[in-house]
């Protein structure tokens, strides 16, 4: 893929989208000095002495909010990043042409000054579409602009069906702040066509890449700086080349598979997969007795814990599906069996959490053309979730609302404010409670820690119990009951995946030294992880057998600093006493393209949760390759 003009693009587009959400907010009485007064009147809003219809104050309060917890310049920041998600996404579902109605929304196939869905509009079905609304806006002749950003909004919500991570919800602030004058030729839309050519997105990869140059600006603006919680994701993000995934995804979950089956055809479609070779007899009768006589596909469990746009996990499922496959299932049941048992993913960067969602989403739309409309009905589980910090919940409120202690079931909320139900000094003895409660303590600081918290495996069980009955909930309750399970449902979700544990966990970690850590996750480190401390990517490293079964696989690149200065001397003993290195390939600088120089010097590793003494792993020295694809051709001729 030719990286370079999206390198030139996403940049400017970060400033372009902040500016015009900016220009949005200003118009409704929201900008960096205040937040002016909104008067309603009948049918009208008035802000500022300007009328806007009334049906806008819900999305303002809505935006008010957020600024008000968040600052102006974070809320600006999260509007214009789901913005640009939401255009590349429609971007790449209209070129791949997995819309519904078949038209191109932020183009046309043949005019280069067109949009399709303008052209066609009295011909599209959309759920909220207004038809007859829509006729008028066409008939008048004058009114595209007004008529294209219906016809968008529609589609917006449209997706929200199947994709409600990326599309949020009708009455979201983020939809107030859409910009205008998108039919113009400077709009957004119309640089976002013409900056990237339409071959480049025929690769979901290139949603990587989008991520990684949109935020690159603010990488550098961070970087070197004792890091806030916010800005975390762009001081940390790196996006992984494609062959060191490939690499690290074949030699974790196609090995799980081929130490079981070693005569499947799976390691001929594995170019990066490095066998086992010849072991001393003692280990040779260890490995015997840890690997099992069969596996079920579902059972394969895989987490990546830093997960980003979801570069690991696709790549993932390629090796899933062809396990699938090689054991017989129905090419149109692979898809969603993948998504609801193999794949996990977390990261603390909410549109991260998005983007990684939807690569998936993509990946597995392709294999099943039902995908969106079994999500929407609820077959299709995604399990890929941006952390959450749980502080501003108030549980004894939401423990009212759900009344689980009392005819809950009946889907009714008759009781809630009786004596013995605001009473909570009984909850202390309800298992739900309790276990409610200790999870919601462990995310307080969810966007400054994210998959390092640790939930207690024990936890796995009762918790997924918990979020069917919330999820029930959602849909059988009351009228107070389903908002409050719908707030709780994702943070109970996240308390899921972190208390399940893994046959693999891939990572490309955050690299953060202590000088650059704040002041809460520097004492956690300090605490909780002496061994490693000194960096976050170490950190994770360690913290990844904690989420790993026994003889699960630690799959991860990171920088090599730990293999050799004295400050990691404790966590090599740990390694080399508790763990087995199965291989290793030592790339050193220059693997990664897009950094200059030899500013990162890195690793790559598959280390098996358990203890092989004498096992003869296989180690590959890459250091002396100039690019990546230099080091990526050494790689392809040691293997054999």
Known sequence: MNTAPIKKYAPKARKDFIAAVTRQANKVGVTTKGIAPMDIKGDVALINDRPFPKAIARSRDALVRLVEQHGFAQTMEQAAYSWFNRFCAIRYMEIK???????????????????????????????????????????????????????????????????????????????????DNLTKTDSLIRELVSAIDEQDWQDVEIIGWLYQFYISEKKDQVMGKVVKSEDIPAATQLFTPNWIVQYLVQNSVGRLWLQTYPESSLKTQMPYYIGPGEQPAKVRTQLAASIPESIEPESIKVLDPACGSGHILVEAYKVLKLIYEERGYRSRDIPQLILKHNLFGLDIDDRAGQLAGFAL????????????????????????????????????????????????????????????????????????????????????????????????????????????????????????????????????????????????????????????????????????????????????????????????????????????????????????????????????????????????????????????????????????????????????????
């Open 361 to 640: 989403m993509m990946l597995a739309r392709a294999d099943d053309r039902r995908l969106f409309s079994r999500v929407a009905d609820g077959e299709v589980t995604l399990h890929v979730v941006s952390l959450q910090d749980t502080q501003h919940l108030e549980l004894p409120k939401l423990w009212q609302q759900l009344n689980l202690s009392g005819d809950w079931h009946k889907g009714t909320s008759h009781g809630l404010f009786d004596s013995h139900q605001t009473d909570l000094s009984s909850a202390s003895a309800d298992q739900h409670y309790t276990l409610l409660q200790r999870t919601l303590e462990r995310f307080t600081e969810a966007k400054t820690l994210g998959s390092l918290i640790e939930v207690p495996a024990e936890d796995a069980q009762p918790l997924q119990e918990l979020l069917q009955t919330l999820t029930g909930l959602t849909v059988s309750g009351d009228a107070m009951q389903r908002p409050a399970a719908e707030t709780l449902m994702s943070m109970i979700h996240q308390a899921c995946i972190l208390a399940q544990r893994y046959d693999t966990v891939i990572a490309n970690p955050p690299y953060m030294g202590s000088k650059g850590m704040n002041a809460d996750l520097k004492s956690f480190a300090k605490k909780t992880y002496p061994n490693s401390k000194s960096d976050l990517f170490a950190i994770f490293m360690e913290h990844a057998f904690k989420l790993l079964k026994p003889y699960g696989f630690n799959a991860q690149i990171n920088m090599q600093s730990w293999m050799f200065l004295s400050s990691y001397e404790n966590l090599r003993d740990w390694l080399l006493k508790t763990t087995t290195i199965i291989t290793m390939a030592h790339l050193g600088a220059r693997a990664f393209d897009s950094i200059s120089g030899e500013v990162v010097s890195t690793t790559a590793f598959v280390i098996e949760n358990a203890a092989y003494p004498n096992y003869a792993g296989a180690y590959i020295r890459l250091v002396d390759g100039k690019s990546e694809a230099e080091k990526s051709r050494m790689l392809l001729e040691a293997i054999p």
């Open 97 to 179: 042409g997995f819309l519904d109605h078949g038209r191109r929304v932020l183009s046309h196939p043949v005019s280069p000054n067109g949009f399709q869905i303008l052209d066609d509009c009295l011909h599209i079905d959309l759920p909220e579409l207004d038809k007859q609304h829509i006729t008028a806006l066409k008939l008048d002749g004058d009114k595209d602009e007004e008529l294209y950003r219906e016809l968008l909004l529609a589609q917006c919500h449209a997706l929200h069906q199947a994709m409600p991570f990326l599309f949020e919800a009708v009455d979201d602030a983020t939809e107030l702040l859409l910009p």
